[in-house]
């Protein structure tokens, strides 16, 4: 369903990311770990579309990124580290525009919005202005809008940010039952416990080079480290 072939990524002298190969299957949930400024965030904007790589090649469900950008891009649903809102909209009016943007069917739009703002427990709130949100509900909004069009693909960056204990517990839910419908999850976190316990496998991405690849308990026998958390796994190998 993902494809990354030798994906490069250079900013002048900068090797951002280097000859990244990754493949995951339908309804599968992958977790990106990795240092700040180890390349995922890079990574995450070149499967989106948004940048451009270098070297390499971004395939989404058997689509060409480079060739097919709009083809591709139609399967993705994408959730950015830093994700812009045009906060004089109300939640409902962003729904719209992002519904707009990826061509879903005026019949069936507002049932399909209210019926993700309700999972997402903002349906309430959903004719307030956006500026009136806290900054976990502009984040569950964000993923909301990202799901409308039921995406082959969900590329998300860091979406635990600002959730407090229960909406992290609601996403993970939302992320699993994704996943068990076929959705493809590529999920980038700083939390290691939430790739712990959610991913099928996790990649360790360190100095744009990927690392270490596999289940945790893979990884933790590469670490030669079977009894410890993800954490001390994950230091151990970024060190070595």
């Not at 989106?48 to 070297?55: D, V």
């Not at 976990?136 to 600002?162: F, N, R, T, W, Y």
């Not at 080079?209 to 308990?217: M, Y």
Request: net charge neutral; hydrophobic share 45%.
């Amino acid at each position: 369903m993902i494809e990354l072939k030798d994906l490069s990524k250079r900013y002048g002298k900068t090797l951002a990311v280097d000859r990244l190969n990754l493949s995951l299957q339908r309804g599968e949930i992958f977790g990106f770990i990795g240092p700040n400024g180890a390349g995922k965030t890079t990574t995450i904007r070149m499967m989106g579309g948004i940048l451009a790589p270098t070297a390499g090649a971004v395939t989404i469900d058997g689509i060409s990124m480079a060739d097919h950008p709009q083809e591709a891009k139609k399967r993705i649903g994408f959730i950015p580290d830093r994700p812009y809102l045009y906060e004089k909209l109300t939640g409902m009016e962003f729904m719209r525009f992002s519904a707009d943007l990826y061509s879903v069917n005026d019949g069936i739009f507002v049932e399909k919005a209210q019926e993700i703002l309700r999972q997402f427990g903002l349906f309430e709130w959903s004719h307030d202005l956006i500026e009136a949100y806290s900054h976990g509900m502009k984040q569950c909004l964000i993923i909301s809008a990202a799901l409308l069009h039921e995406p082959l693909v969900l590329i998300v960056d860091e979406p635990m940010v600002g959730l407090d204990p229960a909406a992290i517990k609601m996403v993970k839910d939302i992320l699993k039952n994704l996943a068990r419908s076929g959705t493809t999850v590529f999920m980038s976190t700083h939390t290691l416990k939430v790739a712990e316990d959610l991913c099928d496998r996790i990649g360790i991405i360190h100095r744009g080079s990927l690392i270490a690849l596999g289940t945790t308990k893979e990884l933790k026998r590469a670490a030669r480290f079977q009894d410890a958390d993800l954490e001390a796994v994950f230091l151990r190998l970024t060190e070595e």
